[in-house]
């Protein structure tokens, strides 16, 4: 697609403004049925997404004061209610063993249907930079790959094409959060919900085209803190299923239970999205982010380096046993986290102990009770594979109810573990956080660093640790005070090294705004609900050049 060259667009729709250039093949995605679709949506809805936030921000000013989280009382009913179920798993959902996620790029979205996985999550979220064009032309390769026209040629002519064997991966979409706007698409003169956007260009041009291949619209729902923001989804996926006239239920919805606000109501997001629910997910890296994020003024709630923060510390094994037990109770899937290694192709030692690694975590989640898993690499499939194989012989275990499993609210808030606060920890966080934003910045939100296939939540959680050590002058291994002062001496420290490393090119790449960014966020005083909101005013390119 980048061949072609972008223009402005014109929008015939009344209220609603093109402010992104596109190309002709771009173009073809903003219709003005499909414009007017999506302005209908955020009409309706958007009003009820900005009063959520809000309740998000009152909830934070408690978190502050001390009032920490619990199950809510006033739906205490849904949750000891042992009769209701959820949807059955929709055609092609049953068997979901190995998942694997990636960018809405075409190369990438050609690689993961061909992986071999059963199912692929193409991300306009976290693993994608949100620039207008890869937000857009994400949408033209979504609507290729489901018609099996998709096709790619890089620049030394190699050419990616679909598989005819009838495996590709069964699709799955993940739109971006209630948090984040799309600045290039204005209805009423408001930047529209890069929820509804992507959720509406999606679902308007391929909910039928996938209802006649057999399957259906599927996505994975982000960042959610609460059932009301579940009700919400709800609510447009009935709505936009009336408009397009499809039966109701046809859509699923899989949430990534990836804050420790919505850990508490796991039971109630599956009953507003009973029936179209696809189960749960373990979003373990955002998990961590939120639960720094959540309770970041408090100094009982710090914790140590990122590496020393497992699946087998007490309040993340206690949020997977939970979320195991609540799906299974309600019939849909418990879908484990991810592997974000990537093969170290020149040193097989370290490639060994890397696949040890991911089999270790594998072989955990599928004992526990998990129906899945996530990789980020194709070449780890196999290693995915062969644990679930092993131990399900079923094509999901959601019969295994784990009716042993006791979790309570001191278990969710339980950090009573070893661990430290060391200086290499903190370079590691401003090292994985510097490299991270400047690709981000750059237009790339999925980033090998240290062999490790990266996201925003690497970053959301290298910045919140780095402001919650500096807040609370955490003392280091080393016995260093970890104050504002000391992170910015080390930032500059690594930014150095950066520039030394890349020597002439480093005037060429984004790493000082990625600096000026971060260093905003690290001394324990300002601190943004999100990187991606933070930056996102630098991506933005409407056609005038003007900022929003």
Known sequence: MSTQTSVPFKSTVPGVAVLGAVTPAQAEILTPEALQFVATLQRIFNPTRKALMQKRVYRQEALDRGV????????????????WRAAVP????????????????????????????????ADFEDSSSPTWFNMIDGQVNMRDAIRETIAFSNPNGKQYSLRKDGKLAVLLVRPRGWHMVESHLLVDGEPTSASIFDFG??????????????????????????????RLWNDIFNVAQDMIQIPRGTIRGTVLIETIMAAFEMDEIIYELRDHSAGLNCGRWDYIFSF????????????????????????MDAYVRLLIQTC?????????????????????????????????????????GHDGTWVAHP??????????????????????RRDDVRVTRNDLLNINFEGQVTEEGIRSNLRVGLSYMRSWLEGVGCVPINYMMEDAATAEISRSQ????????????????????????????????????????YASTKYEAAKAAFA????????????????????????NSAKL
Request: net charge positive.
């Open 292 to 315: 720094i994020k959540r309770f970041r003024q408090h100094p009982d709630f710090t914790l140590p380096d990122r590496s020393q923060v497992t699946m087998t510390v007490p309040f």
């Open 201 to 230: 260009l999606y679902f308007f041009h391929n909910a039928k085209e996938l209802i006649k291949r057999g399957k259906g619209p599927y996505f994975y729902l982000p960042k959610m803190e609460s059932h009301l923001e579940a």
């Open 520 to 543: 905003s966020n690290i001394t324990g005083e300002k601190y943004n609900e999100f990187l991606t909101t933070l930056l996102y005013d630098d991506i933005v390119t409407t056609v």
């Open 68 to 83: 920490l989280p619990d199950f809510l009382p006033e739906t205490a009913y849904i949750r000891e209610d042992p009769n």
């Open 90 to 121: 929709a055609p092609g959902l049953q068997d979901r063993r190995v998942e694997i996620t990636g960018p809405v790029d075409r190369k990438m979205v050609i690689n993961a249907l061909n992986s071999g996985a059963k199912t692929f999550m």
């Open 379 to 400: 070449n780890l499939a196999s290693i995915a594979y062969e644990a679930f194989d092993q131990h399900m012989p079923t094509p999901n275990q959601i019969h295994v």
């Open 328 to 368: 299974h109770k309600r019939g849909v899937h418990a879908m484990g986290g991810m592997a974000a290694q990537i093969p170290i192709k020149d040193d097989k030692a370290a490639n060994d102990v890397a696949m040890k690694k991911v089999r270790a975590d594998k072989l955990r989640e599928v004992t526990a």
């Open 466 to 505: 780095l402001w919650q050590w500096a807040r609370h002058n955490t003392k280091t291994a080393e016995g260093k005070v970890a104050n504002a002062q000391y992170m910015l001496q080390l930032l500059d420290e690594e930014t150095a090294k950066i520039k030394k490393e890349l020597g002439a090119k």
